[in-house]
């Protein structure tokens, strides 16, 4: 679609190439005011993160299975804190200015960041499905060293196939370039690429952490019933009752988290199944940005100890 400034002539994003994509037409006042609007979303997802995983990594009691995963997940939502004013910048100039080399890198880092969350939540997933339905079992099950073998496996997986992804749908395919207007930056992804991502990156991650929460908050159902029943009737509970009441709390929390973070991905892959406007998949790329800035303060106000941690730092 072409824009036209007031006196008709329209701009390009490389006015000396002819080969240049149109610039999209934003008042300097417009222009000003989501410039500062992303900025400020950047810092405080940036910010915010990095509380959380300065925390974790300095007070010796927050080194646990669940967050060294949360610390995982933490690195994932900062890094799209530093992706958001790159994007910022090709949303609302409409151009891509940074070349091509640092166009595939920056292609190949959203992927991976994307792909890395969501399998965090799928590891957060597994460790509170252990934690709270089989208690006795998980201090052997889930130890730092299987967790941080896990989450490893997890980066180097998204990273491949973020890779993978953008250098098979053309990307560095010269047949593609010439589809392309100079300062684009995208790749056309194909058919069988389509079913490919929505399969491995939303709906068998999805069916997964909802099967394992279903069961979850089912256990925790019963575990809080059983728990209050005893306090009601003055019988003193054990230790290992609280660690129950203790575990259910957090799996709830992080129940929250990952329950957010689906609400915001099902409706971009819905419309991006059905091919909806661009305006629209823009819209809700940046709902998934935004979850980022959100986890932390998901942390900080519902999760029990590290909101004591954060509070006191």
């Given at each position: 679609m072409a824009y036209e400034?007031?006196?008709?002539e329209i701009q390009y994003c490389f006015p000396a190439i002819n080969s240049s994509c149109i610039k999209g037409k934003l008042s300097r006042h417009e222009s000003s005011i989501m410039y500062m609007f992303f900025s400020l979303l950047s810092a405080w997802t940036v910010f915010l993160n990095l509380l959380v995983i300065i925390s974790i990594s300095h007070f010796k009691k927050l080194h646990t299975p669940t967050n060294l995963?949360?610390?995982s997940l933490?690195?994932?939502?900062?890094?799209?804190?530093?992706v958001m004013p790159i994007e910022a910048t090709r949303l609302i100039e409409m151009c891509w200015y940074f070349g091509e080399t640092f166009c595939g890198l920056f292609l190949v880092i959203t992927g991976l960041v994307m792909s890395a969350s969501l399998s965090n939540l799928v590891l957060i997933a597994v460790d509170r499905f252990v934690a709270v339905c089989?208690?006795?079992?998980?201090?052997?099950?889930?130890?730092m060293t299987k967790t941080l073998i896990m989450i490893c496996l997890s980066w180097v997986f998204s990273s491949t196939y973020s890779t993978v992804f953008v250098i098979n749908n053309g990307y560095f395919d010269i047949s593609h370039k010439t589809n392309m207007c100079y300062g684009e930056c995208s790749v056309m992804i194909g058919f069988a690429w389509r079913v490919t991502d929505l399969i491995l990156t939303f709906i068998f991650p999805c069916i997964l952490i909802i099967s394992l929460y279903l069961r979850i908050f089912y256990i925790v159902h019963q575990q809080v019933k059983?728990?209050?029943?005893?306090?009601?009737?003055?019988k003193c509970i054990n230790e290992g009752s609280v660690r129950k009441k203790s575990e259910s709390k957090a799996a709830l929390t992080l129940g929250i988290i990952v329950t957010?973070?689906?609400l915001c991905w099902i409706p971009f892959y819905i419309c991006s199944i059905l091919a909806v406007s661009s305006t629209t998949i823009n819209v809700l790329m940046w709902v998934l940005y935004i979850n980022s800035g959100l986890n932390p303060m998901v942390y900080a106000l519902f999760y029990p100890g590290l909101k004591r941690q954060l509070n006191s730092s």
């Open positions: 400034t007031d006196d008709h995963i949360i610390l933490a690195v994932a939502d900062m890094l799209v804190g530093f089989h208690p006795l079992r998980y201090p052997q099950k889930i130890t059983v728990i209050n029943t005893l306090m009601k009737g003055g957010v973070y689906l």
